[in-house]
């Protein structure tokens, strides 16, 4: 997914670049006036496909031509021009590299594979509604806070003063944490460390120095992490927002904390918390947004995601097909008609609504039971799932019985990693793929020249240190504590680029967030739109990449092409001829 990663025809292609890599080589490895190494530069040369940062990462031959560095020179100015020489050359081979380095970009509607899995296995393909087949326009979200906002002031006499407090449409990202004792929301990566500056009271940033102070450094421990489904409950003090729909919520928690402290009122946090999911609840449970959406569905709804073409094109390979939703049947019926036709309900073999996810996945006590078109709810014994029937609440155990769709010929896409995945993939041994809408404004952010400039240098920088790191001569340590603040100055950076106040959805600085962890173990596969599936045949099979692991050398470079896997752009290529 990274866009440093070159492919091998990229690297082919650019002879120049590859002499180039050469030289930089020899600026940081050879000032010694050694000769470049043929078997150092064929260890390496799998390493050309990871980034420059990992070109500088040979850290016992680095240590060993640092520490003859620092003994071959007792003068201290000598040094610090010798670094400094440096640094200089490998600057000026990274500004060479850009160019090359920009042309791997990354193509947003690929598929990207955390597990193996061939869609030749694939027999049958299951939903859910919301931002999976159905996906919403900002409108929605504005609407959510609003009418959550309001339910506050009316119902839990909140202030008047609040309806000045307006959605914010690029605050949040998904996967934030909140602390429900100390009213903070913020970013945790996959080591449960806070990505610091990402910790806000309110609209505020909260300084480091205080955070620190607060949970006695920026480790979050295990006991008050949130639960398995994100969820602050049974002594957890932490909520995790996994879902789209919360980001109204995280607006909402942070104005009214923002108003509060504004106004120097003093307030209880767990109070706040839970009077604000209970507001965003009646906002869904009442049906008032449902309500809003059919009435102007055209506003709310974007259509452009080709949701009705996917379906076809499953339909005509004859694959199953089957919709498991929390939404009510009024609600997803307006909105299939809108998006597919009112003869949506053709294409799939079971439809379910009012599931109650996570609860459907593991609750065995719930029933099904058949809704007629009119709403109406049927008292009868379930014996069978019918195609063209409506089927309210019931139970995946249930569900496999009637059907007998099991294991990892049943395909199940979903946007939500918790409620959606993580049980059919733990439990059941469904294959998973994840809808991540936010992940193809993300990967055209990474393929901007900014991004990619900044990052490659941030990384060539990144190696500098830490190879010269072994100097302990003052003079040395000045220099290499010049390049540690040039980095720090960086790396707010990476994280701005995406959003000022948290970042992308997938990184801390250099880690994974806990949200990417919690999403490569659940997701099979994850795209940013079922749109994706339109660019691959039925026999395709998705390979993850062998990343290698920290002790491992890399063996080949990438074989991608743009993005898409070559056998793909092959394949589109011959639909187009024929």
Not at 104 to 115: K, L
Not at 199 to 228: K, Q
Not at 436 to 452: A, D, G, S
Request: proline share 4%.
């Amino acid at each position: 997914m990274a866009p440093m990663s070159l492919p091998l025809s990229s690297l082919l292609k650019h002879k120049d670049c590859l002499q180039k890599v050469n030289i930089f080589y020899n600026v940081l490895q050879g000032l010694q006036h050694r000769t470049f190494r043929s078997r150092l530069w064929k260890r390496n040369f799998g390493a050309v496909s990871h980034g420059v940062g990992q070109l500088l990462s040979n850290q016992p031959r680095a240590k060993n031509y640092a520490a003859s560095l620092c003994s071959s020179s007792a003068d201290g100015q000598d040094i610090t021009e010798r670094l400094w020489s440096v640094y200089n050359e490998t600057k000026r081979q990274t500004e060479e590299m850009i160019p090359v380095m920009s042309t791997n970009s990354v193509n947003p509607d690929t598929i990207f594979a955390n597990n193996e899995m061939s869609l030749r296995d694939i027999e049958i393909y299951g939903f859910d509604y919301d931002y999976t087949l159905a996906f919403y326009s900002h409108h929605l979200h504005t609407l959510i806070f609003n009418i959550a906002r309001d339910i506050l002031i009316t119902q839990h006499r909140y202030p008047e003063d609040l309806r000045k407090y307006e959605y914010i449409p690029n605050f949040a990202v998904r996967g934030l944490h909140y602390d429900v004792q100390k009213a903070l929301l913020m970013k945790i990566d996959a080591f449960h460390y806070i990505q610091l500056g990402t910790v806000y009271r309110g609209l505020h940033p909260v300084t480091d120095e205080e955070v620190i102070a607060m949970y006695e450094g920026s480790h979050i421990p295990l006991e008050i992490m949130s639960d398995f489904y994100g969820k602050s409950s049974h002594g957890h003090t932490m909520k995790q927002f996994m879902d789209i729909f919360s980001l109204p919520e995280m607006n909402l928690l942070s104005c009214v904390n923002d108003f509060f402290m504004r106004h120097n009122i003093d307030y209880e946090p767990v109070h706040l918390y839970k009077d604000v999911k209970e507001a965003i609840r009646d906002v869904h449970v009442k049906g008032i947004m449902y309500r809003a959406v059919e009435a102007d569905i055209g506003k709310y709804i974007c259509y452009g995601e080709q949701s009705h073409a996917v379906l076809k094109k499953l339909s005509e390979q004859g694959k199953k097909m089957f919709l498991i939703t929390n939404s009510p049947f009024d609600f997803v019926d307006r909105g299939m008609n809108y998006i597919v036709g009112k003869d949506w309900r053709d294409l799939f073999d079971v439809v379910i609504v009012q599931a109650d996810k996570p609860g459907f996945f593991n609750d065995r006590r719930k029933p099904f039971r058949r809704v007629t078109d009119k709403g109406a709810l049927l008292w009868d014994r379930i014996h069978k799932l019918e195609k063209g029937q409506i089927y309210k609440q019931g139970n995946l155990y249930e569900f496999l019985r009637l059907t007998g769709w099991r294991g990892s010929k049943v395909l199940y896409f979903g946007d939500h990693i918790y409620s959606d995945l993580a049980d059919l993939t733990l439990r059941h041994g469904w294959r998973t793929g994840a809808i991540i809408p936010e992940l193809r404004k993300e990967i055209k952010i990474m393929n901007t020249e900014q991004y990619v400039h900044m990052m490659t240098w941030l990384q060539a920088l990144t190696g500098l240190i830490e190879q010269m790191q072994v100097h302990r001569d003052p003079a040395s340590e000045a220099v290499v504590e010049e390049w540690i603040r040039e980095r720090d100055a960086m790396r707010p950076q990476t994280k701005d680029i995406f959003n000022a106040q948290f970042g992308s959805l997938f990184r801390t600085y250099h880690n994974p967030t806990y949200f990417s962890r919690r999403l490569s173990r659940f997701a099979d596969i994850y795209m940013a739109s079922i749109s994706c599936l339109l660019n691959y045949d039925f026999q395709h099979t998705f390979f993850p990449r062998r990343t290698p692991l920290q002790h491992e050398s890399p063996f080949w470079p990438e074989n991608s092409l743009d993005g898409l896997s070559v056998s793909s752009q092959l394949h589109k290529t011959k639909v187009k001829s024929d």
